[in-house]
Each structure stands twice: as C-alpha cells, then as structure tokens.
DNA sequence: CCGCAATGGAACATCACTGTTCCACTACGG
DNA sequence: CCGTAGTGGAACAGTGATGTTCCATTGCGG
C-alpha cells in the first residue's frame, strides 16, 4: 500500500458515500452532491470532508467501477472454455455489476476517464474473441470492438428491463445471455 | 389544426431550435439553453421567445421526437412479410433516427414523458412480434418487451459505435441488422 | 418610404449548487 | 473522566444557469 489505512469508521463511510454516489448518479448524473450525501446517510459536509470537490468524488466512483468491473472480469475465468462460453461467462458476471450498468452507460463521458483505458483490461476481451472466431463459437463476421458494444448494450437492455417490469434478475439474466448467445452465434 | 399556422419563417427558425436541442442534449443532457440557442445559430432571447422555460423546449423535443419515431415506423410496413423480416425493417429504419437514437438513451426520462407514452405506437411493435412468433421466424422465448428492449439497445450500440469508430453508417447498419437477426432467430 | 415581424445583445434579479468556515454534539479509547 | 476522531448543521460568498425586460437592427411587404 502507498497510501495510509484509513481508520475503519473512515473507510466505512467512504464506501458508503462511493456506493450512493453510484446509485444515485446512475439514475440521475447530474444529481447534487447534497442528494448524494443523503442517499448515504450522511451530512453534506461530510461529504466534502472525504471528496473536496465533485470531480474527486467522480473520480473515486471511477476508481470503485474500475474496481469492480476488473473483479468481474477475474471471476469470469475467461482462460478456459469456448470463447462463446467464455462470453457467456463474462455476461453472467458483468450483470452483477447492477447499477454501475447504468452508470456507464447513463454519464459515458465518465468512462472517458483516463483511469479507465488504463486500468481497465480492455485486451482480455478481445483475447476471448480472437479465441471465438477461431474455435468457429464466434461469428468471425462480428468484430471483437462491435461485440463489446453489443455486450454492454445487452447488459444495460436487461438491467433497465428488470428496473421496468416484474420480473425476476434470474430471469433476466436467462434473456440476455440468451439474446447475447444467438446475436455471437455464427449463421448456419 | 387546433393551433394558428405560423409563417414560414418562424416554422423554420423553430425547427432549426429543436434540432439543435436533440443534437447538443444527444451528447450532454444536461447541457445549457445558451449552448443549445449557439447550436441553432440563434440569439437565447430569441430561443425563449419560442419556447419560455426549459421544460417548453424539451416537451417540444419530445413532440419532434415522436413524431420523427411515427413517420419511421409507417416507413418500415410492418404489415408484410414475416415478423422477422418486418422487424429488419424497423431496424433499419429507426437506426436512421440518428441523434435521437442517443438522446433517448441519455436522457430515458424524456421518454418517460405522458405525450410519448399515449403518441407513439408500440402495439405496431408488439404485433409484428406476435406473427414472428406465430411464423416461426422469432424464437417465442424471447417477449415482446424484451425484444423491443433489445432493438433499442442494439440501434443505441451502433450509433455510438459509428461516432467512435472509423466505419461507414452502411457498414455499421450491416453489423446491427446481423446482430439483430442472430439475437431474434429461434434457436436450432 | 413606412411599418411590422423577427431577431440579437445587454443588463438585470433570481435561484440552485458549490465549496468553505465555524461551532456543537456524540462515541470511544486511554 | 478527558481528549480526540468523526460527524451534522448553519451560515456565507462565489458562480453559472435561468427567465425577463428593454432597446437597437435587419428585412420585407404594402
């Protein structure tokens, strides 16, 4: 670690803060910062007290995305397997990332961070592809930077679905791995 | 007509605003009238005398918005040919909606509006999914709902692929429509 | 040439959000 | 029991967007 720890009252707060700031930001990216402390229970001078100005607090909740979408990607074993089950995987795991979906996709020019092209490995994805279009489970007509395109859109299809109607995450998830499956899938 | 006529002038002025609006609001939904009325090559006195506050300039937005949604849909004749065929269409179609393709992603509360809810007309849609099912030529599995989810999130990942991406508007519709149709067919 | 429609710009009050300071309160360990 | 860390609230000035008013300019038809 380079920087200090943080006492455990001081990280509780903080992730409570980074995990509001998510929720609410997803729904609404131009929410006040005073919204933002209310979502997470605290005061706004709190707030300030751990994030200055609101571009550090945007800055950590990139830093928490990075975070998360990497852990995903580490639990979706990409390595063994087909590439479309490897796929498959990796879109069972990214669904998980709930609201932060619909953060990516509701404020993109966040993704546009510097943070995230570098620490964000973009290059196992395409390594999952590469892999696909070889073993002949992946349409080679699609390209690997097309296909992430389709893959975030499905995953923020299903997570806006299951805020719109009455249906289970189960269930939903079924639906985009399903239409993911068919859209990869090479034409007979 | 309910409401007077205006000159031509006007009517022309007016739709140089809200072009502008969906353009710029496209790209920040929260950006500011001053921005908007620059866009439109056009004074902010004069863009508030056609629309007073802010909410009159996106309620007029969302009117453009449906109306250009309708004239698409009847443009696609979705009363022949299979479901899927007519679903192709559609696609097609509404991915030449262009920018308003990205607002009503960026901005979903705008769609939540009433005037879009009672104008625009899903049940076109929800009908031409009920004959692919029936025709075999969309996997029952997959409801109407969730496909109309599906379309749009697939149209939404081709327009911002095409703005990030060096590859012709064709080529692009091409990679939509192939995505589309995999995620559509039923299953073998 | 006159008058009207349409426009742009300047100036203004208002408002919400922001970032900051200061003070009071609570909890917890020594 | 005392000191400190962590916190919340009130108050404040600065800033940018908003909505309005007023005036000057342009262009076009009668």
Known sequence: MVTTEESGSRARTRQAILQAAIEV????PAASLAEIATAAGVGRTTLH?????RSDLL???VAEGVTRLNRATRRARLDSGSGAEALHRLCAEYFELGDLLSLIFADPQLVADPAWATEVCDDDFHGVVARGHADGSID????????QSVLWAQLYAGWSYLAEHDVSRHE???LVTRTVAGAVALRR
Chains 1, 2 share one sequence.
């Open 140 to 147: 080679p007509a699609l390209p690997s930077t097309w296909l």
């Open 59 to 61: 800055a950590g909740v």
């Open 25 to 28: 930001l997803s729904r609404n």
């Open 49 to 53: 007290r751990y994030f200055a100005e």
């Open 172 to 174: 939903v998830l079924g």
